[in-house]
């Protein structure tokens, strides 16, 4: 069972952290989908220690969400540990994240999330500061490596247990990939057998099968599921019911349960950031709770000229109701 101090999972799957996506209304979602443990979005710093408003906002935790982590980002040790202890005191989150996985240029030009995998002393460092900061467990996430000369992800994870690091969750990528490619499962095997503390793989896993193979061929204590998830948090629940019984569940929710549970995903999101900014950040997840359906490329086209949330839940429901109807032909 996937353990991180004395915060035990009610099982090994977890939600990742994902920007844009992994706020309180998805990660409320994913928990009742049957999650172990979500991870928030991740969260800069220096914004955290400017107060900045819309950084604090994202701090937020509903107490139906844990056990959850909180990630932060940055490239700078005081910062880092500064931001840490805000986290500490003044958040209700279980467990603190220090990201050093995020690939995008704007991140990383600024000595942060994938530029870390570089540089395995300065990972001890930062972990360090961190850790000395706070009284809750602290963990990271990380890419196996910047490139494929520079896969220093063994290292990395030792300098993370050896600063107090309280776990890693370790993408099967290296920075240079992205999202393109295969996710390298030995080398979460490799991080596995190095270190004593939980290691959570990530990468590739797109089925519950999947999720059983990276268990059992790599050893990890905990199984990341991130896109896999977009528009169809059932695998969370598809998933944990394999896990415990070993027996997949056959039935795929019908297009209105999915519009139901998107309706639910957009009312909560509009509670957290009110209807302009939630019925345009929901657009997105609109697509991928159509994605499969027929004639769903058309309703997303429609639901992009949509701003308010009864137009959206109104286009959406009777377009399944649509796709219910019997044949006439």
Same mark, same amino acid.
């Given at each position: 069972?996937?353990?991180?101090?004395? @915060?035990?999972?009610?099982? +090994?799957?977890?939600?990742?952290?994902?920007?844009?996506?992994?706020?309180?209304?998805?990660? =409320?979602?994913?928990?009742?989908?049957?999650?172990?443990?979500?991870?928030?979005?991740?969260?800069?710093?220096?914004?955290?220690?400017?107060?900045?408003?819309?950084?604090?906002? $994202?701090?937020?935790?509903?107490?139906?969400?844990? +056990?959850?982590?909180?990630?932060?980002?940055?490239?700078?040790?005081?910062?880092?540990? /500064?931001?840490?202890?805000?986290?500490?005191?003044? #958040?209700?989150?279980?467990?603190?994240?220090?990201?050093?996985?995020?690939?995008?240029?704007?991140? #990383?030009?600024?000595?942060?999330?994938?530029?870390?995998?570089?540089?395995?002393?300065? @990972?001890?460092?930062?972990?360090?500061?961190?850790?000395?900061?706070?009284?809750?467990?602290?963990?990271?996430?990380?890419?196996?490596?910047?490139?494929?000369?520079?896969?220093?992800?063994? *290292?990395?994870?030792?300098? @993370? *247990?050896?600063?107090?690091?309280? /776990?890693?969750?370790?993408?099967?990528? #290296?920075?240079?990939? $992205?999202?393109?490619?295969?996710? !390298?499962?030995?080398?979460?095997? %490799?991080?596995?057998?190095?270190? !004593?503390?939980?290691?959570?793989?990530?990468?590739?896993?797109?089925?519950?099968?999947?999720?059983?193979?990276?268990?059992?061929?790599?050893?990890?204590? /905990?199984? $990341?599921? /991130?896109?896999?998830?977009?528009?169809?948090?059932?695998?969370?629940?598809?998933?944990?019911?394999?896990? %415990?019984?070993?027996?997949?569940?056959?039935? *795929?929710?019908?297009?209105?349960?999915?519009?139901?549970?998107?309706?639910?995903?957009?009312?909560?999101?509009? %509670? =957290?950031?009110? %209807?302009?900014?939630?019925?345009?950040?929901?657009?997105?997840?609109?697509?991928?709770?159509?994605?499969?359906?027929?004639?769903?490329?058309?309703?997303?086209?429609?639901?992009?000229?949509? !701003?308010?949330?009864?137009?959206?839940? *109104?286009?959406?429901?009777?377009?399944?109701?649509?796709?219910?109807?019997?044949?006439?032909?």
């Amino acid at each position: 069972m996937l353990k991180i101090r004395d @915060i035990e999972m009610n099982n +090994p799957v977890v939600l990742a952290p994902m920007a844009g996506v992994s706020n309180p209304a998805f990660r =409320l979602i994913a928990k009742e989908f049957g999650a172990g443990l979500v991870c928030a979005e991740m969260v800069s710093d220096k914004a955290i220690l400017h107060e900045n408003e819309k950084s604090m906002r $994202m701090l937020y935790v509903d107490e139906r969400e844990k +056990p959850l982590s909180l990630q932060i980002f940055g490239g700078d040790k005081e910062t880092m540990a /500064g931001a840490a202890e805000v986290v500490d005191q003044h #958040t209700n989150a279980d467990i603190i994240d220090i990201n050093m996985g995020c690939p995008v240029p704007k991140i #990383t030009k600024c000595d942060a999330g994938a530029k870390w995998l570089l540089d395995p002393d300065k @990972i001890y460092q930062m972990v360090k500061a961190a850790v000395n900061a706070v009284d809750k467990p602290v963990t990271v996430k990380m890419r196996m490596g910047w490139d494929d000369e520079h896969i220093l992800a063994v *290292e990395n994870a030792q300098a @993370i *247990e050896a600063a107090g690091g309280e /776990g890693v969750a370790v993408h099967g990528r #290296t920075r240079v990939q $992205m999202y393109e490619g295969v996710a !390298n499962w030995e080398i979460l095997k %490799e991080v596995k057998d190095s270190v !004593n503390i939980p290691v959570i793989g990530n990468g590739d896993v797109a089925t519950p099968q999947d999720a059983r193979a990276m268990l059992d061929t790599t050893g990890v204590d /905990g199984v $990341m599921i /991130g896109r896999a998830a977009l528009g169809d948090p059932w695998m969370f629940y598809r998933t944990v019911q394999y896990l %415990e019984t070993g027996k997949l569940v056959e039935e *795929e929710p019908t297009p209105k349960e999915k519009m139901d549970v998107c309706i639910v995903h957009m009312d909560r999101l509009i %509670e =957290l950031k009110g %209807e302009d900014v939630a019925v345009r950040e929901m657009r997105k997840h609109v697509a991928w709770y159509l994605k499969g359906m027929h004639g769903g490329s058309k309703v997303r086209g429609r639901v992009n000229e949509l !701003n308010t949330r009864d137009e959206v839940a *109104e286009t959406l429901y009777n377009f399944v109701g649509s796709t219910e109807a019997p044949s006439m032909a």
